[in-house]
């Protein structure tokens, strides 16, 4: 993919439409969590010392199809104006007369917050006539929001098409950068953890992953699916009756690749999910009880697959992290993780906020912003808002 980057374009006096990923987490109107608007910031500064006229837009929660007050981006435009140091307005919308004066009014010092495209249900259909007046904002365009790049949306796609200069921001950049050394030649062992509650969630990625990767090392509930494949004993676990015949040509495609694919040969075993109930570790799951986490020896076992590895992707927890009693299983793959010599890129809220949780994020090579974005780049996927910026 041939993309051309923010910093080969000629900004100056030009007004450039960032879209940006603010989605971030809000409680009682606050944000708390606020990775994603630091993500972007630079490439809003980038634009800002091209002497650009910077004008930002996202998407906030998933309104319906309308105006919501606590969906609002005023706490975004809050935190952005504090870690600028800047003036940042937000637009009573972002679309019509009133928003598009904005845009030819603003000084190079200040940058224009749109409010919520998703205020509008026009920016999931990718209405034609919703993108016509977004690309009326700006000269430039440019995405920056690699998470919601999996989309087409008017924001992410269809106004692209109708802004001559297009270009992708440094986040993009990275993410595509850093999950390309994972899909194009990677440095071998290329080993893959994926974990989490449901086969159906991650079949696609394993299935491309296993022409890709050296060692899969599965984890979570969606271990249980490959257990009743195997004709093991799975107690009152979580198990995918429909995805056990998937499981099945799972584990014969990787043997027929020749991949090791590891599932865990022990377990954390309880009979209450919140940790109510004593626990204790078995080799089989028995009747009565639910796995909630990989036990000690699986541990030793991944952490051996993990050291080998010169490349290492990470997607999906290893049980009910959530719960203290039923952590150590994630808690000792980012540890080894965070302890590589190998490139490592993890994906996926659940493994981001579990990383955040150990303190180790920043022994981590790439941390995705992307989520779904970033599994359906690795199964192989095109992604509209990377297609439409492809030169």
């Known amino acids: 993919m041939a993309l051309r980057y923010i910093d080969s374009l000629d900004l100056a006096g030009k007004r450039v439409f960032i879209r940006a990923d603010f989605n971030v987490p809000l409680k009682n109107g606050a944000i708390t969590d606020a990775t994603r608007i630091e993500a972007a910031l630079p490439t809003i500064q980038w634009a800002v010392s091209q002497g650009a006229h910077v004008i930002l837009a996202s998407h906030l929660g998933r309104p319906k199809g309308g105006p919501d007050p606590k969906l609002s981006l005023k706490p975004v435009a809050e935190a952005l104006a504090e870690l600028l140091h800047l003036?940042?307005?937000?637009?009573?919308?972002?679309?019509?007369?009133?928003?598009?004066?904005?845009t030819k009014s603003l000084d190079r010092k200040e940058i224009l917050l749109l409010e919520n495209v998703r205020f509008h249900a026009e920016e999931e259909k990718n209405d034609p006539a919703f993108a016509k007046q977004l690309a009326a904002l700006c000269d430039v365009y440019v995405n920056d929001a690699f998470g919601a790049a999996h989309r087409a949306h008017a924001s992410t796609e269809g106004m692209?098409?109708?802004?001559?200069?297009?270009?992708?921001g440094f986040l993009m950049k990275k993410e595509v950068e850093a999950l390309s050394k994972i899909t194009d030649s990677p440095d071998r062992p290329l080993v893959a953890i994926l974990g989490g509650a449901k086969v159906s969630d991650k079949i696609k990625i394993i299935e491309h992953l296993l022409t890709k990767v050296d060692a899969l090392l599965i984890g979570g509930a969606m271990a249980y699916t490959f257990f009743r494949a195997e004709g093991k004993p799975t107690g009152d676990s979580l198990v995918e009756p429909d995805r056990v015949d998937t499981a099945t040509k799972v584990l014969a495609q990787a043997k027929e690749r020749g991949v090791a694919l590891r599932l865990p040969i022990d377990h954390l075993v309880t009979t209450a999910l919140d940790g109510s109930a004593p626990s204790e570790v078995t080799v089989d799951i028995p009747d009565g009880k639910k796995g909630v986490d990989i036990g000690p020896a699986s541990i030793?076992?991944?952490?051996?697959?993990?050291?080998?590895?010169?490349?290492l992707f990470w997607n999906g927890p290893m049980g009910i992290f959530e719960v203290d009693a039923f952590s150590k299983g994630t808690m000792a793959i980012a540890d080894a993780m965070a302890e590589s010599s190998a490139l490592t890129v993890v994906g996926g809220?659940?493994?981001?906020?579990?990383?955040?949780?150990s303190g180790r994020s920043d022994d981590i090579t790439h941390i995705s912003t992307g989520g779904g974005a970033s599994l359906e780049f690795l199964e192989g996927r095109e992604l509209p808002g990377l297609a439409v910026l492809d030169q």
Request: glycine share 4%; proline share 7%.
């Open 349 to 357: 809220g659940d493994s981001i906020a579990a990383l955040s949780r």
């Open 87 to 102: 003036k940042v307005k937000l637009a009573p919308d972002c679309v019509g007369p009133e928003v598009e004066a904005l």
């Open 300 to 311: 030793a076992l991944y952490k051996t697959e993990i050291a080998k590895a010169r490349t």
């Open 160 to 168: 692209a098409r109708l802004v001559p200069q297009r270009a992708a």
